[in-house]
């Protein structure tokens, strides 16, 4: 399994068997001439995490890729077809196995700040990437976490509980946009990890194993 972190929340994710796209929104940048996808998952419908115009572009270029998204972000995006889903589902898109995690709901922002939903996705139980939500997706083994990193939602000290809580082999930063140094948060989950998992911060737009 490769992975490619195209900035912020976007990644893609190829198992082999299948090209799959998450998050590409307002914050990201590279993936637009992408093409060869099996499907574009969204996790949620903030701007930094699915850029309408960027996507027509991008489904326009990949026809026979599936887009999956909540029911809540689907109804946003007026004249695309979707493929709706909530925790709980299972789905194959090209030769992988996605089962959609977490609560389903975003992690608050503010009381004040209505909750939209969430998806997290995990590809052939072996990587996660959560969208906006730290919840444990429950397995007693992961291979690789796709850690939010800074955020409004969030402080350093529960992306590390979250990290330790999960406790993969292999944890990739992302969703660093909002910070003006995103070295020193990496620098805080180096130092505060749990025995054995690896911190692994690929160049932007590079091929990396995972």
């Not at 115009?53 to 887009?67: C, E, F, G, H, S």
């Not at 995006?77 to 709980?88: E, H, N, S, Y």
Request: charged share 20%; glycine share 10%.
């Amino acid at each position: 399994m490769h992975l490619t972190h195209y900035g912020h929340a976007c990644v893609l994710v190829d198992t082999g068997a299948a090209r799959l796209l998450f998050d590409p929104g307002a914050f990201s940048s590279g993936f637009e001439s992408l093409d060869g996808l099996d499907a574009v998952l969204i996790t949620h419908q903030h701007f930094d995490h699915v850029d309408a115009d960027k996507l027509r572009t991008l489904l326009r270029a990949n026809p026979d890729a599936a887009l999956v998204t909540d029911g809540q972000t689907a109804e946003q995006l007026d004249g695309i077809d979707t493929r709706t889903v909530a925790p709980g589902d299972r789905l194959a898109l090209g030769g992988a196995e996605i089962a959609v995690v977490g609560s389903g709901e975003h992690a608050q922002i503010h009381a004040d700040i209505p909750l939209v939903a969430n998806n997290g996705y995990l590809v052939d139980g072996t990587l996660l990437h959560p969208g906006d939500a730290y919840v444990p997706p429950g397995l007693d083994e992961l291979a690789t976490l796709l850690l939010p990193t800074g955020a409004p939602w969030l402080k350093v000290s529960e992306a590390v509980d979250y990290l330790r809580a999960v406790a993969p082999r292999r944890v990739v930063p992302i969703h660093e946009q909002t910070l003006a140094d995103p070295a020193m948060h990496y620098r805080f989950f180096d130092n505060l990890r749990p025995a054995g998992t690896e911190l692994l911060v690929p160049d932007r737009e590079s091929p990396v194993g995972v």
